[in-house]
């Protein structure tokens, strides 16, 4: 069966330092993987797709960036912390196609 | 922008009462879903529509895909307070092989 690994589960960074959340999945290859944020009790707001190593798609200009290093790694990153980037941010995989997404257990984090 | 217009965006209604939920979009999806979420979890997939006028029912949950696959409904019978929660969907813009969701539905079912 398929398993996705998200961590850390919380994470309080101050303002400016990196920023490194990782997300892997087993049971599957080639899957589509996803890094979402949300805000407090709202939809998800997609910021970084991948179908492919290497192969990153951005949905919204802003202070992060993603990559993929190997086919079931997704990497979420960041030089400088802002106070904006505080959020619930989230790591998923689909099958290649897009749909049926299933997701990680989220990372709290809080930029003080 | 936002893609899928998810609405209401806040429910609260009492035990017993029927409810629905609707997603709208003015783009074309070549399925969508409905996912659960509870408090500092991960969504979790509900169902997915895939084919336009399809109707899926779980228990006491139907969803509906529009005949033009611009949107969706989520249908609930006779709520129960263990249905409280965050209701979200999410689809699959045609042609595309990302994963958009509406800014979910925030469910309270007061017994």
């Known amino acids: 069966s398929q398993t996705i690994h998200q961590w850390p589960a919380t994470l309080v960074q101050p303002v400016g330092s990196p920023l490194s959340l990782e997300c892997t999945v087993e049971?599957?290859?080639?899957?589509?993987l996803y890094w979402y944020r949300q805000a407090a009790g709202r939809g998800l707001q997609l910021l970084f797709y991948s179908v492919g190593i290497g192969q990153i798609s951005s949905e919204v200009p802003q202070n992060l960036s993603a990559s993929r290093p190997q086919d079931r790694q997704f990497i979420l990153s960041s030089k400088k912390l802002l106070l904006s980037d505080s959020g619930f941010y989230l790591c998923?995989?689909?099958?290649?196609?897009?749909?049926?997404?299933?997701f990680g257990q989220g990372t709290r984090l809080t930029v003080v | 922008t936002q893609l899928l217009e998810q609405s209401p965006q806040f429910l609260s209604i009492q035990e017993g009462e029927n409810l629905t939920v609707y997603c709208n979009s003015s783009s074309v999806f070549s399925s969508l879903q409905w996912y659960r979420q509870e408090p500092g979890e991960g969504p979790v997939l509900l169902v997915t529509?895939?084919?336009?006028?399809e109707v899926k029912k779980l228990k006491r949950l139907t969803f509906q895909f529009g005949d033009a696959r611009k949107d969706s409904s989520l249908h609930i019978t006779a709520a129960q307070p263990g249905d409280t929660g965050l209701y979200l969907c999410a689809g699959d813009p045609q042609g595309a092989q990302k994963l958009v969701f509406g800014q979910g539905t925030r469910l309270t079912i007061n017994p």
């Open positions: 998923a995989w689909s099958p290649g196609g897009g749909r049926e997404a299933f």
């Open positions: 529509v895939v084919t336009g006028g």
């Open positions: 049971g599957t290859s080639n899957p589509n």
